[in-house]
């Protein structure tokens, strides 16, 4: 039985007696790892110098402000004179991070706590799209670094005074004195209840 020639090429295998005993393959191996090492290392550094001449990509914030892109859902903004108080945007809510509280009831009432928590929030903007006045949207506003959970609640209504709050009570004591004062001399009188339609 004759023994064929050796090919380089083959595959190794260990019981291959000629691969085993080559002194050859790991001395051309270590210049093979050596020249992979500084190619690699030269294509690295042609990366870090293209990126080094070009403009860079990072900015020193707070100094400099990133541009806020259309549509962007941040921080919501109030504007407390425009509310009637529907609470159409806390019932929207789907976590209910919206509290509301006031003086009185409509148009008339005194917003005295409007309050949005932060750490239940989800930015959908469903609030702000139930408003039917426009008065409640969600800002380019982004910042909103805390130290502690609790803090993320912002109040977004103009803190009131104890004045404010009683006379706007009285007033609405005033005012349904006063409907129940005209519905009741509506009852009384005979003319006006002539001049009153009935329903059907």
């Known amino acids: 039985m004759t023994r064929r020639a050796h090919n380089p090429k083959d595959p190794v295998r260990l019981t291959d007696p000629v691969r085993l005993t080559d002194p050859v393959r790991p001395f051309l191996r270590y210049f093979a790892d050596l020249w992979g090492g ?10 870090t110098l293209r990126y080094l001449a070009s403009k860079p990509v990072t900015m020193r914030y707070p100094e400099e402000r990133p541009a806020i892109p259309p549509g962007h859902r941040g921080l919501h ?29 409509g148009k008339d009432g005194l917003v005295t706590r409007y309050d949005v928590d932060y750490s239940r929030c989800l ?11 426009h008065c409640l ?3 380019e506003q982004y910042s909103l670094i805390r130290g502690t959970r609790g803090e993320c609640a912002l109040r977004l209504a103009r803190p009131k005074t104890a004045t404010e709050i009683e006379a706007r009570w009285a007033g609405e004591a005033r005012k349904a004195g006063e409907e129940r004062a005209e519905r009741k001399s509506q009852l009384t009188d005979p003319v006006r209840q002539q001049e009153t339609p009935k329903t059907p």
């Open 123 to 133: 930015f959908c903007n469903l609030c702000a799209e139930a408003c039917p006045t």
């Open 137 to 139: 949207w969600l800002s």
């Open 77 to 105: 903004a109030y504007e407390e004179a425009k509310c009637i108080l529907c609470r159409l945007c806390a019932n929207a809510c789907p976590v209910g991070c919206i509290t509301i509280e006031s003086a009185g009831k």
């Open 38 to 47: 500084v190619a690699t290392t030269c294509i690295g550094m042609a990366v």
